[in-house]
């Protein structure tokens, strides 16, 4: 038997191996376009975030080793150019030589995938502009992003890829916005769950912008931006994630059967109706496992399935692929995302009479260091109780409850048949009852009338116009609604009417229901539950309410964005470096004073600026407008704060260039070190000279320029009036029976008595830096204490300062400042620390340990 496959990566690769493992006699030939076959597609966006560090691990095997491996031969470089199902020939453009040349075959595979949609938009072909399908892709984009050091990036498609690809770029340390002209992201998700994913993304600092159309790329030698229907969007990388289209197009006029997009029909044993060829992988199209309906599922899972089933029907096995559920995960910043099934929208359209279900749960014991929580949504059909969709979103293992999805969809199972499943647990792991068994549960009583609920969909939608909101929090959470305690409800609850539509809303709905349970014993007829409580739905903001969450604040806090007690606003701390900035700077500042906050600007004591009486949903677009000059916003929380600095050698008695030493500082501590928590916030300060202007042993490391004296004593005539001393600020020089001695406990390096013996006793000096540790101001307040040794170098100091920052992270406790660690330690302890080399050599054991530091820093 001779087979011929086009096409190399899942779906041809998994066929042609099967295929020589159930009969070794075939001649097995490989066509593929590329110069790598079995690439690890998926993994793309990874390799661009660094997580996958070297561009080789992307390929899974090269041809030469999967011929070794499995006896198939592969021929790159082979673009299949036409095909002739009656002469069982196809032909072929050798990339290498230009020549065509021509195969025949008995069986004949086409599993030629997809490429990348790129409209046909100005800019598009400018460098900074990338796809996201082949190792190329990726290797390029890193290396762009390395190479120019682009700032932003704007990914079009909010797509699973587009998704990633964003999760990837902000992890590079890029400003990323997703556009896409839908009005969701995540496709496949039902709106409010694709909703809340949204709402996570933008807290993670990742802008969405939904019903958005790319216009045009922008820039001449590259790209600098976006057109878009409202403006422009700056940016110094493109990624094109606009979806794909399979590579049939030389297919078109061989009688293959196709759908309008494009893909190719086959049966169960991936069959097409030509003779003799087969089709699996992103350019077929096969049927959905629920409704019986075609379906496209451009899946590396699929493709794999689907080149197997045919391999064994082409080998004569009565073998058959019964089709997709649509099963798919994602991991975005913090929250990954699973979903398989159908989802609410397309058990309609399908003719189900839907019932769904929200709920909010722990992923596993509450109590179990790490734990996290479970946004779960179920769909099910009313009249025959099967499930027919789950969707799921979480900061853990999103994939274990999808998967348990599929096993149950794949059996046809009902919901009695899911309540009572013997799940693994172990706190670890899971809660007693699994997540996956508490949704049915609640699905259960939803469907049996015990619990009365309102999906957020609905609540989206406006269907609790009408009704009294209740708040059933453990503590009052809700500005402006009665609160009722569950523990305290006896009988009726004054103030609220047994007739009255009261929507119950708890933290997670958990409550909520509780509450309706007893409401119910007690007389109450009129009320119902909102699935997934505050941590799902989004509570409508009234006239001259306080709305912002305690969690937002906190949450936006952390980009330097401090609330204003009482009100919906913020004040926005904007990163100056050394209070150091450009006219352009000042402008763009002023403007966003004017456009998004009160019009009024302030400085701080760190020499940051900012931008006064912001309110909280103007939060992203000032964010957004400030990051197209450069800037941004910040300088809070528990780890390493903005440098601060004197004019250094601007100054007359300056010794160092404090400007260039804290530029340095800032892009290796405050930029590097940005993601690493602290035990309290660190502060760093660099002054010019012992001066001491901007108080660098007030903060938690402080660097002051030096300037050593030479003193030569055989130079010295012991002068009556000695120039020395008498330039001497702090009287460390002093003539004493005839001889200048320097008190060297005394004298602090200031340099002010060089070149003033006219002897030359006092020639040029040695220039060095003094490092401080463990100052602090405030209510509490300490004068650091300088290490011994006076550093002649940069390096040296900016050891010094990693040093520190590692040690107080490892051995610091959650609240204490730097000045508490070093007292509780010993000065001596830390100092030797400091000057030896260990905590460098355990640098990212250090980073990388999960201390489970709350951090102690409130401003």
């Not at 932003?152 to 556009?179: C, H, Q, Y």
Request: proline fraction near 4%; aromatic fraction near 6%; hydrophobic fraction near 40%.
């Amino acid at each position: 038997m001779k087979v011929l496959i086009i096409g190399g990566v899942a779906a041809g690769t998994k066929a042609a191996a099967k295929l020589k493992r159930m009969n070794p006699a075939a001649d097995v030939t490989i066509l593929t376009k590329g110069k790598d076959i079995s690439y690890a597609g998926c993994g793309l966006p990874y390799y661009v975030g660094g997580l996958i560090p070297e561009k080789e691990q992307l390929i899974v095997n090269t041809p030469a080793k999967f011929t070794e491996l499995t006896g198939a031969k592969v021929l790159v470089e082979r673009e299949v150019t036409s095909l002739d199902a009656s002469a069982k020939q196809l032909a072929a453009k050798n990339l290498r030589t230009g020549m065509e040349e021509t195969y025949s075959y008995d069986e004949c595979v086409i599993a030629c995938g997809a490429s990348s949609i790129v409209p046909p938009l100005q800019g598009v072909s400018l460098p900074g502009v990338f796809t996201m399908r082949t190792p190329d892709d990726a290797i390029e984009l890193r290396d762009y992003v390395e190479r120019t050091g682009a700032k932003r990036a704007v990914v079009a498609g909010g797509g699973f890829i587009g998704l990633e690809a964003a999760e990837n770029l902000a992890a590079k340390g890029l400003t990323v916005t997703v556009i896409d002209m839908a009005d969701q992201i995540m496709p496949g998700f039902d709106k409010e769950m694709a909703d809340y994913a949204k709402r996570h993304l933008e807290k993670k600092g990742i802008k969405v912008l939904l019903n958005t159309r790319l216009e045009a790329v922008l820039g001449d030698s590259k790209a600098a931006g976006v057109k878009i229907p409202d403006g422009e969007l700056k940016a110094d990388v493109v990624v094109m994630s606009l979806g794909i289209r399979p590579n049939t197009a030389f297919l078109k006029d061989t009688g293959l059967e196709m759908m309008p997009n494009g893909t190719i029909l086959v049966d169960s044993q991936m069959k097409t109706n030509l003779p003799n060829v087969y089709a699996a992988g992103d350019c077929v199209c096969v049927t959905n496992r629920l409704t019986g309906e075609r379906a496209w599922s451009p899946m590396g899972s699929s493709a794999n399935m689907e080149g197997r089933t045919l391999a064994e029907a082409m080998c004569g096995e009565d073998s058959s692929y019964p089709g997709v559920l649509g099963t798919a995960v994602v991991k975005l910043p913090e929250l990954n995302g699973g979903r398989t099934g159908l989802s609410e929208e397309a058990a309609n359209k399908a003719g189900y009479d839907v019932i769904s279900v929200v709920i909010a749960t722990d992923d596993k014991a509450h109590y179990y260091p790490g734990a996290g929580m479970f946004i779960i949504k179920l769909i099910a059909d009313k009249n025959s109780r099967k499930l027919l969709g789950v969707q799921v979103l979480g900061s853990g293992a999103v994939d274990k409850v999808t998967d348990v999805g599929v096993v149950a969809l794949t059996m046809g199972a009902t919901i009695d048949q899911l309540q009572n499943m013997d799940m693994a647990y172990a706190p670890p792991f899971s809660t007693a009852i699994h997540p996956f068994v508490t949704a049915i549960n609640v699905l259960k009583n939803k469907l049996e009338g015990k619990m009365d609920s309102m999906t957020p969909a609905e609540f989206m939608q406006g269907k609790a116009e009408g009704y009294r909101i209740v708040d059933a929090a453990l503590m009052p959470s809700i500005s402006g609604a009665p609160y009722v305690d569950l523990n305290t409800v006896t009988g009726e609850v004054k103030g609220l009417g047994k007739e009255e539509k009261l929507l119950l809303i708890c933290n997670k709905g958990k409550r909520a229901y509780l509450l309706q349970n007893r409401l119910r014993f007690f007389g109450y007829t009129n009320t119902k539950v909102l699935e997934g409580g505050l941590a799902v739905n989004v509570m409508p903001k009234q006239s001259g309410q306080v709305t912002v969450s305690a969690e937002d604040i906190k949450r936006v806090k952390a980009w330097g964005f401090l609330h204003n007690k009482g009100t919906d606003n913020f004040n926005a701390r904007i990163i100056t470096r050394n209070g150091k900035i450009t006219a352009e700077e000042s402008q763009c500042i002023t403007e966003a004073a004017q456009r998004f906050g009160n019009g009024e600007i302030a400085m701080t004591s760190r020499l940051t600026i900012e931008i006064q009486g912001v309110p909280y949903d103007k939060i992203d677009d000032l964010r957004a407008f400030v990051e197209e000059y450069g800037l941004e916003t910040g300088g809070t929380g528990s780890k390493v704060r903005p440098v601060v600095s004197c004019k250094g050698t601007t100054c007359q008695y300056g010794l160092a260039d404090t400007f260039d030493l804290s530029n340095k500082i800032h892009d290796r501590f405050f930029k590097g070190y940005a993601d690493v928590k602290l035990p309290h916030k660190f502060k760093i300060a660099v002054g010019g000279c012992p001066n001491n202007c901007v108080k660098p042993n007030l903060n938690d490391l402080g660097i002051v320029g030096q300037r050593i004296p030479g003193f030569k004593a055989d130079l010295c005539r012991g002068c009556k009036v000695c120039q020395v001393e008498n330039a001497c600020p702090v009287k460390a020089a002093k003539v004493v029976d005839g001889v200048l001695t320097i008190n060297k406990d005394v004298c602090n390096n200031c340099g002010r008595c060089i070149n003033t013996c006219p002897f030359k006793a006092m020639p040029d000096g040695q220039y060095g830096y003094r490092v401080y540790i463990g100052g602090r101001w405030g209510k509490k307040y300490a004068h650091g204490r300088p290490l011994d040794p006076v550093f002649t170098s940069e390096e040296e100091v900016m050891q010094i300062i990693e040093k520190a920052i590692l040690l107080f992270r490892e051995q610091g406790e959650t609240g204490e400042r730097f000045s508490d660690t070093i007292e509780r330690l010993g000065f001596e302890n830390v100092q030797a620390q400091l000057l030896g080399n260990e905590l460098l050599e355990r640098k990212d054991q250090i980073i990388g340990a999960k201390l489970h530091l709350v951090g102690g820093a409130t401003c």
